[in-house]
């Protein structure tokens, strides 16, 4: 199964824009990119999902590069409570099973 | 709408003992995973279920875990006798049929075997 690869751990000032990069240089044509959160105590929550094209929806923003080896998350504002761990997930068209790395835990100064 | 829930959200067992975990899905999702975290490692599935049907068991790490979802409803999942190394964080999912549906996870169920 395609694996990603991101930092461990970064931090962001309330208030501005945070950029989480996530590598996946072994993704085929049909792996969708997905980005799931989790915050302390609860489950991981979904957050944006693409293929090819840039996504927006209300919690962020997915820039996908040209080649597909990698992709961004952006939060544009980040918040306390977008403190978390962030999941990049390769998911292959037709299967559901997701293989969740370890993520990158989001800390978010006041 | 309600969100998926499982319960008990802690259960603490002595090793060699059963217990059972419970999941109640979104209303009207097909799709149904139990997904674990053992030891502080990364989020592993076990198991995939359409409606009742168990589509995909590739994760379910050894015979002592048995998953059911009767009437392709709510589902459990029993381990069956506990072991030290079952300890961890227990999340239940689900999606409606399509294919690149979201997940929705429940908060899980924190399993400590003494």
């Known amino acids: 199964d395609a694996k990603t690869t991101q930092p461990n751990s970064m931090e962001s000032n309330e208030e501005e824009p945070v950029h989480l990069p996530c590598n996946h240089s072994?993704?085929?044509?049909?792996?969708?990119i997905h980005w799931y959160r989790q915050l302390p105590s609860q489950g991981p929550e979904y957050v944006i999902h693409?293929?090819?094209s840039n996504v927006n929806n209300r919690m962020a923003s997915l820039a996908i590069a040209e080649d597909r080896k990698s992709s961004t998350l952006i939060l544009h504002r980040a918040t306390l409570r977008d403190a978390a761990v962030y999941y990049c997930i390769l998911r292959s068209s037709g299967t559901y099973k997701y293989i969740f790395g370890t993520g990158t835990r989001l800390k978010v100064l006041a | 709408e309600a969100g998926v829930t499982q319960f008990p959200s802690h259960s603490v067992i002595e090793k060699g003992q059963t217990v059972t975990l419970r999941c109640d899905p979104i209303?009207?999702?097909?799709?149904l995973y139990w997904y674990r975290r053992v030891m502080g490692k990364e989020i592993k599935f076990l198991l995939h279920?359409?409606?009742?049907?168990?589509?995909?068991e590739s994760g379910m790490p050894n015979n002592r875990f048995l998953a059911e979802r009767t009437g392709g409803t709510y589902s459990t999942l029993k381990v069956q006798p506990a072991e030290l190394e079952d300890s961890g964080v227990y999340f239940c999912?689900?999606?409606?049929?399509?294919?690149?549906?979201?997940?929705?996870f429940g908060s899980g169920t924190q399993l400590s075997v003494l």
């Open positions: 072994t993704i085929s044509g049909t792996d969708y």
């Open positions: 209303s009207g999702h097909d799709n």
């Open positions: 999912a689900s999606s409606r049929a399509e294919t690149n549906e979201k997940l929705f």
């Open positions: 693409g293929l090819t």
């Open positions: 279920f359409v409606k009742e049907s168990k589509q995909d």
